[in-house]
Structures are given as C-alpha cells and as structure tokens.
T-cell receptor, first 115, second 120 residues
Framework: KQEVTQIPAALSVPEGENLVLNCSFT??????LQWFRQDPGKGLTSLLL?????REQTSGRLNASLDKSSGRSTLYIAASQPGDSATYLC??????????????FGKGTLLTVNP | GAVVSQHPSRVICKSGTSVKIECRSL??????MFWYRQFPKQSLMLMAT?????????EQGVEKDKFLINHASLTLSTLTVTSAHPEDSSFYIC????????????????FGPGTRLTVL
C-alpha cells in the first residue's frame, strides 16, 4: 500500500526566505506526482505535476524535483511571500497495483510566511 | 478554465438525516469524478471513483450504501450521505478529470472548493 509522508508538518519562515518542503513515498512505481496548495477550508489548487519520467518542473518561484528511485520529491519556494502561507500537499498516482488516477496524499506541510 | 464547483459549501444537519452534495464541472466534460474526505489534520482520503453512466467504485472501508454516488451526466456527480451521524462530519471534496477531444483524459484532477459537513 502506497504511503506518502511530508516533512516538516509545519514551517514558519520570515518573508523573503527560500524554503524546501519534502515528500517521500514508499512505492516508487508511481505514474506521476503532484504538489497542491490548500488554503484553510478551501479546495485544492494544483501547483506542479511531474510525470514519472521527468526530474523536475518549474512554475514561477516554484520548483519541484522528483527522484523516483529513492521515492522522494522536494518543492522549492524561492523568495517566499506572506501570500504563500497555506498547506502544501504532495500526492502520487500509480504504484504497484494502483491506478493512474488514484491520488494518494500526504498530510501536508502547513507553511506560514511572516511579514 | 477547468473550474469545478460544489454545492453547498457548508451544511449542518441533525443526526439521522440525509445530505446531498453536488459536484459540477462548469466549463468542461468530465468522464471521471472523484470524491475525497478530509478529517482535521489528516490526509485527503479517496472515497470513491465515479464514472458517468456507471456504478461508482468505492475504496476499501467506505460503505457504498451509506455514501450514495450518482454520476448522471458528464458535468454532474452527487454524493448523498444517508442517515448521517456525528462521525460523518468532515470536509468532502470532489475532483474531475477532463475528457479531451480525442476521448482521452488528462492527468490533472481539478478540485472543487469542498463542502464542510457538520452532523449534530
């Protein structure tokens, strides 16, 4: 059974700092990996999707890397802003016996960026 | 584009009543919709996968007779929580994948804003 772990559970940083969020998964036979943002009491916004054949994806100040063989991904946020404060979720699809559409989520990292 | 809506956003009901939650894809056709549940400080957990015109596929441990799913069209799926109890209080989120021009779907799931259910 695929399990996704995110470290740290919470992170508080001053504005302007670069930061890294970590995600690990137990079954490396994934189809893809996504990073989402969730604001309090809200739905999810997809930030980046990395296919299993890719090593990284970039969007603006965000960069996500994938090391499939070691079961790890990182989300790098450059020059953090208070508006980046949210919970960041990592999710994978696939895995042995899993479908290409079933997302398995981590518990998330609660990020607070202080002005 | 690719907007998914849910209605209602919040609902409070008495124990024993049934609650229906709607999930709509507003500007695209969705072959498949997914229903998730999220308890406080926990991961989103997939409850069921819903395909238009066919029966939903439920994840292990999810009671299909309690959580009724209907996917009557390519833009609407409903989740009915029957005989709700306080332990069903949770945040329910749906997502949808896009049916493309060639009949294939994209990898991205687009999520609705969620429905907060509180059962008294």
């Amino acid at each position: 059974k695929q399990e996704v772990t995110q470290i740290p559970a919470a992170l508080s940083v001053p504005e302007g700092e670069n930061l890294v969020l970590n995600c690990s998964f137990t079954d490396s036979a994934i189809y893809n990996l996504q990073w989402f943002r969730q604001d309090p009491g809200k739905g999810l916004t997809s930030l980046l999707l990395i296919q299993s054949s890719q090593r990284e994806q970039t969007s603006g100040r965000l960069n996500a890397s994938l090391d499939k063989s070691s079961g790890r991904s990182t989300l790098y946020i450059a020059a953090s802003q208070p508006g980046d404060s949210a919970t960041y979720l990592c999710a994978v699809t696939g895995g042995s016996g899993g479908s290409n559409y079933k997302l398995t989520f981590g518990k998330g990292t609660l990020l607070t960026v202080n002005p | 584009g690719a907007v998914v809506s849910q209605h209602p956003s919040r609902v409070i009901c008495k124990s024993g009543t049934s609650v229906k939650i709607e999930c709509r894809s507003l500007d695209f056709q969705a072959t498949t919709m997914f229903w998730y549940r999220q308890f406080p400080k926990q991961s989103l957990m997939l409850m069921a996968t819903s395909n238009e015109g066919s029966k939903a596929t439920y994840e292990q441990g999810v009671e299909k007779d309690k959580f009724l799913i209907n996917h009557a069209s390519l833009t609407l799926s409903t989740l009915t929580v029957t005989s709700a109890h306080p332990e069903d209080s949770s945040f329910y989120i749906c997502s949808a994948t896009i049916l493309g021009l060639a009949g294939a779907y994209t990898d991205t799931q687009y999520f609705g804003p969620g429905t907060r259910l509180t059962v008294l």
